[in-house]
């Protein structure tokens, strides 16, 4: 007996944060495992994932185009809604066990809608994080609607115990992007440059030398500003003198300003110094993270897989403001001089110990193995002790 | 300075739990109100709503068709999907302050994400709510995406709370129906008939006489078997001895399997003494259930208005099982003998004693009040501390 | 080398029309055929064809959910916009080498577009036909958009040809629907009696003793007024004194106001010798119009495949005022007194003799054969000399 | 008593060619005029036209998003789909006399269907050309969807004639392109900079010197090798000796493969002498075109208002190959040594005689009295005389 499992990708940061657990699902003979590709994923602009995923062993069994041209609210809401309607169908068509989905992006939202209506249950990977961003508003309302919870800390255990889910329906697997973490570090590829296989625009880097990695993603709420803030970033890179490599960002509301701020510079203003790129493969990616002397921007990979690696981070801004971080996380407010400042103190510094607060690094298999053991099945509505209520009804 | 205020009316119980609240905004004079009908209140099957909310002196704004012929779960989430893509074109439109929205049905949640998307703040009626059933996931979904809160009871609001939503954002406002049914208490309409205006088919019911009011709706998740579960209902009924007026279900997944049972019964075995309805306006409609003998089935009217009323009510399985409930209610399993002995013990009881633990009748000008008043902003991300976290992070 | 083939069936009525062609393809080892249900041949109202479909010996590879609750133009509207954006999805994942679509109703230009865009060869049966009805405009949008025309009359075939479309892409098959009627002439059930096996609704009908058939679709441009003209129809037939078996509209906008006025004529006049049936299997339903004393409506089959059946025909108002007839067909106006007066003239006159202008009964292999020798490719563009053009270009 | 008319602009090159005939509608008190933009027109990438609109004197009424990620045809499909869905329920709202729609975009197609679901007359500008590219299949559907037929050429006029259209709803009024043609001739801006203005990115334009101007448009019927069609058009660029405004093409499916082209001209090959936009305003961009020394692509500008400026262009390979042209236009392959030829042909030619074949400059009056004193109606049904079939019905 095989338990089916299906999975939609949309985006290259989800990805890269479950690769390790979809290969493992993929590979294991007691699961038959549907993977949909769809939204952002499917998109060149922010990096089609169809043949990375190709080549990483996976089998892309449905495309499911859904992405609206971003960079304004309203056509995240409907791309999210185009997402409900067509997964409903796929849904339906392969008609799974459970359906798996991680995070907190909107997209999530559209597939464990549908798994919801089709009453097939919903697996939540990375539910309980508090990052102190607008996201956070989606992964808790995802985590209400999951019938599992596979969460990566023993904080988000415990809040996501504290929202009323059952306790013996969340289970702490660690997060599946450590493990790609760990995989990085056994091959010690201490010297790696991405600009020969994948080109990028810009100046070359010379990767025997220190540089940085800088992604900065726009926050959907304020979107009007990103174009200053982004600006505020290319202030204080221009005021330090080391090189960096440069990745656009997602495809959140206001991607289109961060993007005109990036192109203006580019073109405008040279960008000595600096490479950019649309994505690498996830691999390559952290390769790239792990060597580098510092990750600047507001990727949640700066705190989470950075603190596996000991690389110093500089988060900017509050997008990632409530997020659980290790020692190798320095905050500062979105402005130009605070941002240099904060680069050149974790330059001083250096690499950082290693922190196992996202995991150890075997979340993919314990995610499969709990998988393959469950029998899925519809988690009970709450009831008011779930969430600690426990007085007598007034009337 | 208005406050421009939004809001979808999808179904026409939905409608009549928020009428009196519509009805006080759109007279306010400090408030623009814009009133969205979409989904099931726009079908002739359902009961459309149209004539109904003009003549209640409310004026529609937009019609947005998106019910896909229903009877099955995959219909449901599409018709979500469809919602959120023009919810989303609407409110961009409109541009509102904020956006008003209640309930837990899946039709909720389209509005709730186009708002969210378009960084609308939403205004969530009924939040903590706890029915036992599944839309509760949805309700509880809801909750955690919308930026202010509306309850109807105490228990509501602190249930609110524990799922970490700020107390200065929870208002008790009891829920705007119990003000519908204040007016109908007001009115001691105490003989009303319902066919000379609205017809409906079968026999003719004396309401001079005791009569019980039946409503009877799916349950999405066991969907299949919402045949037989009406089967149970209609032999209950036979072994009874008073006549009925039975209206028809709502749209929720599983509601051909009810309906199918019902015409059987009308068309084969003639169902002598009821009298079938798609639907009153809910002030009729309430009227007609303040007077009834008892209520029967799975309405949340039987718990919610008929506390208010003191009617007696016999509220059938899982639908409405954890719902706080006054002394009114007497919850049976569907099972055809349970059910016919407990419309005899409540027929034998009669009236109850008013309960108000749904609100005591002021609702609708308590929210238009509170709506004015508020500077409408999105919330601030969840913080730890707002669901009781306080250990220190482990490294 | 197998041909690949994808069809979509959105209706009973299209589904009877092409049956045996998709049968033909099944079976065939040339080709490889799917088949996508979608629209109203999912949905209960309109007689859910999966059932059927399936105990036809054809396998459904994809059911897709586009039908919103109809009965209003702008819902058909919604409908071919959900059709067009999903089945796109289906065909990039099929990937067939031509895509079969057939007649006139708003569901074909969905998936005609749909094909178009994704540069799949559309091939269009049923092009050229003339009825007079608001349909044609579909049509001949659907012929100027089609790659290759099979359509079943002479009269057709030059219209196509006259519309600009190139010689050699117009095949003369015939209509597949005739080939049923063949297979129900060959059977020889002279008494069928489908109230055994399908139920319906009403009082029995001898079927050893003369009845008709009646069938009456809405007109969508005059939505209002098809209530009025089934009061007509219900009129003319309460002065005949035959029984009848009657069927529910199809899904067109206006169906409410048709289905309105036969329910009142159901619950409230009784419907004395009328049997009420929502929809038969094509076949079933066929041998009993071909038994039948009359066809009575405005329904195609009473020109179509009546014509070859010899079944006396009385097609009412404009629905198929352009068809092509054979002489089995009386046309009157939609009033009581002529409806009655056509009925009273044909069942006097009796059977006609078999009319071949429809096709001669092997459509369906003529459709396979001609698909399997195809190379197929999208048309050439439309030169001006396709539609007879010739003077030298005006400077 | 004013009549209502409703437009949908969806692409930057459609509003050019109406952009008039839009306008003369605002300004005209015998209509009510509702302007929707919509689709590409509301994309950063392809030139937002808010704005552009706005400083054009028109108010918009409605903005629907519905432009999915292009550059493959799937997405092409569904956003036109998207479009009907939402345009349905803009048209309700609206409820217009008739809905005004131009050309043979696939966005056309969407506006048409929606409107005659609707039952409201289409007026289809520019009917009846034939450019020899796949657009026309569109067009030519359009045709027979369309109530009312405003063409520009004589040769469109009989075309849609022979179509089957009657020949009382057919009128010429000219192209309005031409009108607008003929301001930025009356005018006399004999030295337009738009570097200034626009900025652009590039090398600087000396437009005192001789320049062409280049656009360059996918074939969507063979996407693929737009890449390589478009690296023949850089090669023989890069033969020329003269400076080059070249514009980004447009949204048509095979668009990201034109621009990749274009991306690594400009960033590895340094598009010496080439200044790229995205759009101009079409007043200012055909003031550009008017003094241009070429005009070189596939864009319809080069045969259309070329002609009436007298403008030489070049016009590479299929995309307009049967559109009727004026002396000013020569056709070339696309193979690289073959366009440079071309341009240097035309450059040694110079300036040729003003045509009159797309219409002489009032168009947009015409229009708009034509416009006010129809009495709009849906067109009858066609009937198998108009498309001159004669013959009797043969049995």
Known sequence: MTTTV?????SRSQYARVKTALQALTEDDRVDFYLIVSGGALVHRFGDLSDIISEAGMEIDKKIHTLLEAGEPVAQAKTTGMGLVEYATAFEELDPDMMLTSGDRHETIASSLAASYLNIPVVHLEGGEITGSIDDKVRHATTKMADYHFVSTKRSKEIVSQLGEPADRIYRTGCPS?????QVVQEERTEYDPQTEYGGVGDTVDVSQD????????????YKSNYD??????????????QAFWFWPNMDAGTDQVSKAIREYREQQDADGVRFFISLDPHDYLTL??????????????????????TPAVNIGERQQSREQGPN??????D????????????????????MIYGNGNAAQKITDTIVELDPELKPPMTPDLVGYQEKIDQ
Do not use: W
């Open 6 to 10: 299906v999975s939609v990708v949309t």
């Open 178 to 182: 450590i493990e790609l973490a760990e």
């Open 211 to 222: 540089y940085i990695v800088i992604q900065y993603h726009p926050l959907p709420t304020e």
């Open 229 to 242: 803030k982004t600006q505020e970033l290319i202030t204080a890179y221009e005021q330090l003198d080391i």
């Open 289 to 310: 993270v792990k060597n580098a002397a510092c990750m600047l921007g507001n990727s949640s990979v700066g705190i989470r897989e950075c603190s596996y690696f000991g």
């Open 329 to 334: 996380v320095l905050d500062v407010d979105c």
């Open 336 to 355: 130009a001089d605070k941002i240099a400042e904060g680069v050149r103190s974790q330059l001083q510094h250096g690499s950082y110990p290693q922190s």
